[in-house]
């Protein structure tokens, strides 16, 4: 059974950091680009940052200068190192990858979320 699992969300206040963690398990062959996601509330789900199998990443502008995302491909990791948090990066994070698995094929594939509150 193939499965992202992801760690590293809680309770911040503003300004400070939070690293997420997300890593893929299973009869995995393929890992290809990686992201990750927010969902806050009332709201649509959003793409906050993706990163290729080969390392280019885009963001969101509204995390960009803030928010680093890395993958070590070894691993099936992907993180998202969140700095200078705001109020409005508040959300139920997500995330997500384009994994090749046995007997499946190439699909997309969903982590469970994780909350991040940022209090003012």
């Known amino acids: 059974q193939v499965q992202l699992v992801e760690s590293g969300g809680g309770l911040v206040q503003a300004g400070g950091s939070l690293r997420l963690s997300c890593a893929a398990s299973?009869?995995?062959?393929?890992?290809?680009?990686m992201g990750w996601y927010r969902q806050a509330p009332g709201k649509q789900r959003e793409l906050v940052a993706a990163?290729?199998?080969?390392?280019?990443?885009n963001y969101a502008d509204s995390v960009k200068g803030r928010f680093t995302i890395s993958r070590d491909n070894a691993k099936g990791t992907v993180y998202l190192q969140m700095n200078s948090l705001k109020p409005e990066d508040t959300a139920v994070y997500y995330c997500?990858?384009?994994?090749?698995?046995?007997?499946?094929?190439?699909?997309?594939?969903w982590g469970q979320g994780t909350q991040v509150t940022v209090s003012s």
């Open positions: 990163i290729t199998s080969g390392g280019s990443t």
């Open positions: 997500n990858a384009v994994l090749g698995a046995a007997g499946w094929g190439v699909h997309d594939y």
């Open positions: 299973g009869s995995i062959f393929s890992i290809n680009a």
